[in-house]
């Protein structure tokens, strides 16, 4: 009976390790949660001119940009992630490509630009999230 317990008792003890451990090894990769850090940043940050009507053509492109640049790294932040996850990361990073090139000069023009990045971000999160 006594040698029962301890058997159960050691597996117990290794499967809540085995937990720990896997949790451990997915935080050690900040990137995939870093990408998404920037981009929402990002964003925010333009949805926020749009709303105070401060919507600089010159800091609207660098946002734009820099929002492109971030989606380059979701790919292989995300490697290993299922085909429809990429797919739907390539649209957004092509809607970003054309966004950036857009360089909207007042608040309606950047609020149609980021409309659809918002749309694509959107598609992918209520899909993996």
């Known amino acids: 009976m006594r040698a029962a317990l301890l058997i159960v008792l050691g597996l117990a003890i290794g499967i809540i390790g085995t937990v720990f451990a896997m949790n451990a090894l997915r935080e050690r990769d900040p990137l995939p949660k870093a990408v998404m850090?920037?981009?929402?940043?990002?964003?925010?940050?333009?949805?926020?001119?749009?709303?105070?009507?401060?919507?600089?053509?010159?800091?609207?492109?660098t946002r734009l940009q820099q929002m492109y640049m971030a989606s380059l790294?979701?790919?292989?932040?995300?490697?290993?992630t299922e085909p429809d996850f990429l797919a739907l990361a390539g649209k957004l990073r092509e809607t970003l490509h054309g966004a950036a090139q857009a360089v909207p000069a007042d608040c309606p023009a950047l609020e149609a630009t980021i409309k659809p990045v918002l749309q694509a971000c959107h598609d992918c999160h209520q899909k993996y999230d």
């Open 73 to 80: 790294d979701v790919e292989p932040a995300f490697a290993g």
């Open 37 to 61: 850090n920037v981009m929402e940043h990002h964003i925010g940050e333009l949805k926020q001119a749009v709303k105070r009507g401060q919507c600089e053509a010159a800091a609207s492109h």
